[in-house]
């Protein structure tokens, strides 16, 4: 039986940054390359192009044949993964990896994918970017039938459940296993037999497939591919499992029921890097977009359109066309703080947000300030920015927003905090416009923001996109969320109380 080489070092545990807690934390990154030689090195190269989809921690398992090999590690692919050693210890012609942050699971080593298990075909890897929203019932059922668990993460429950379908064949098996689960998932699955990538049926998590030469390769955008140098063939469609066998072989299935897909609209807000193409549309050019109907929605009398970088750059130059007013960089970004910083002491921790951006003081003074960023989640960031403006001697500050208010949580695959921290769905935009001492605060609107994508307006039924956490229209069931939800009679308790 093909054995897991497997090197596990601890590495430096990351801390979560204590001035960048008030965005919604990206959710995770997936590569998969077959028929390369290095592919491993070609893996860690998409890895660093999806860093800013997770930067918790890193891993990447190869096949050379013979063997699988593994090494994952807490940290950057940067200083894991750009070392000769590991790169030499990760030998084959087929491989794929994982960037992660957690949002299922927890902070550990053994969270880290991709994940691997012997069984009774053969050995099994598993690159996983999404969330199983029913995964604690079918782990419960799991463990009493007498699976026992080796990780805290969601993915482990697809493993178990492959292993004990009582199907025939490896991919059937695969496919009973998928048609158990619910929620969301973009999988990049590695066998023996080859490779596997394969989509949620309403396509909420991207998956793109590319070419170079010989070799296919699989990664969560766009981006990935140019820097390894890989044409983009095509998106791997919803619903749809691509079998690439280890002779180059290719086949595709698609054994669910037709659905209308339901991609997160969030990745042309804010996850998707803005030189990514998703459905064939440049993330760039949507934000533009964004922008410029946020001006059309939202027009107010101003100096300067300022971006808080980096994310509100593209929706700052869309609102500044638009809008006619000029575009500066009102604020400067650090690049140098990363989550790996050591948390501060309480004083340094006051001055917070400025650690990370900084106000160009003497362009700021006197002027009147439209401030553009991609969403306000707690608040607190928002908070800091207008008041570092004021500080500056800004005379007006102006918000606006180039999505709509965020409401509700994501169980998607995006980490975003519990409903009661959402800063949207405490208050109504008065309130909030108080909150971050702000002159005056907009969002785009939902059918603005489906009109930037191309749309008329959001269809009230069967909408384009995922867009859950902004209307709370959920396109699953969210079997584990109802199941620790109270029950009606303890909602109307909680309501009395909060009356």
Known sequence: MPANRSRTPRGPMLTTHPFDDDKLREECGVFGVSNSEGAAAMVALGLHALQHRGQEAAGITSWDGHQFHTHRAMGHVAGNFDR??????LPGTTACGHVRYATTGGSAIRNVQPLYAELASGGFAVAHNGNISNA???RRDLVRRGAIFQSTSDTEVIIHLVATSQYRTLIDRFIDALKQVEGAYSLIVMTPEGMI???DPLG???LVMGRQGDSV???SETVALDVCDAQYVRDVEPGELVIVKANGEMTSHKPFAPQAPRPCIFEYVYFSRPDSISDSRSVYSVRKAIGAQ?????PVEADLVVPVPDSGVPAAIGYAQQSGIPFE?????????GRTFIQPGDKVRHLGVKLKHNANRELIAGKRIVLIDDSIVRGTTSLKIVQMMHDAGAKEVHMRIASPPTRHSCFYGVDTPERAKLLAAKMDVGGMTDFIHADSLAFVSIDGLYKALGEARRADIHPKYCDACFTGDYPTTLTDQDELAPPPDQLALLAEKVG
């Open 84 to 89: 000769d050693d590991v790169i030499r210890s």
């Open 294 to 298: 946020l001006a059309i929605e939202s």
């Open 136 to 138: 604690m019932r079918l």
């Open 217 to 219: 390769v699989f990664a």
């Open 204 to 206: 909420i998590r991207p």
């Open 329 to 337: 960089l009102g604020i400067i970004r650090s690049h140098y703080v």
């Open 197 to 199: 990538a394969c989509r």
